[in-house]
């Protein structure tokens, strides 16, 4: 059921028969996907689907036993520093220090990352994640909304062309997951490819130029929106024709046959 993906000559990444167990668990069993530069990819999957598992892999924190893996022309395996070097990663949970400022957190990191000018680079940032306001006021008085924002300011120090969010909404306010998607879109609109990873398919909607869903260790479907509701006709009742909600199209997809996928609560999000 997986469906066309577009070949595009130097993907910025590129997964091929992707296999990881843990212990007797197989949890990848073979999956392959690309992602074009300067694009934003979702990867759906409900709770225990194996998303973070392909983001560790893709970022060189954990070893596939099979397959292959490349980021920004970089083999995971066989250049593990030139792949470190290119991408940055937003992990499931917030990494900023409460006690600093915004401001100083952005430093520090570039700081760290042996940037000329720290304040700059900070100042910009700050702007451009609509922090300025914010940004001398330390992080404990922040929303979680800013603290995600900051976060995801703080991966982008440096300007890695490959950027993966492994649920960058999770725990968020409506308001505060349509500030973090402001942010995303503009990412991707300055040319980072962008990798994130969902279990709400209202954020793939929004977000994503492709969405890939992954079921059972495989990659089950994979295209835009549009082709996605194009697997599925519109259902006609009482004359009325009603597109499928993505939500409609991964349920049917995964067939309906996965506890959490059949918790809506978690899948539907705000809907
Ligand atoms: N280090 C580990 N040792 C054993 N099992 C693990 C380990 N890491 C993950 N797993 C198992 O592998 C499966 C996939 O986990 P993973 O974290 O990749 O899922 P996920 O799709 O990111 O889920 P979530 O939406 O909850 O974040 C789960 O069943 C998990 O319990
Ligand atoms: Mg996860």
New binding site residues.
Partial sequence: MTMTTRSTAHPAIRVRGLEKS??K?E?LRGVDFDVARGSIFALL????????????ILATLLKANAGTAGVHGFDVAAQPANVRESLSLTG?FAAVDEILSGRENLVLVARLRHLKDPGAVADDLLGRFSLTEAGSRKVSTYSGGMRRRLDIAMSLVGDPPVIFL??PTTGLDPEARIEVWRAVKELAGSGTTVLL?T?YLDEAEQLADRIAI?HQGRIIANGTLAELKRLFPPATVEYVEKQPTLEEIFLAIIGGDNSDAADTEHLGGQG
Avoid at 46 to 55: D, E, F, L, P, R
């Fill in positions: 843990y212990g668990r949890v999957g409900s709770n225990g689907a194996g998303k973070t598992t392909i983001v560790r499931q492994d649920e990873t279990q992954l």
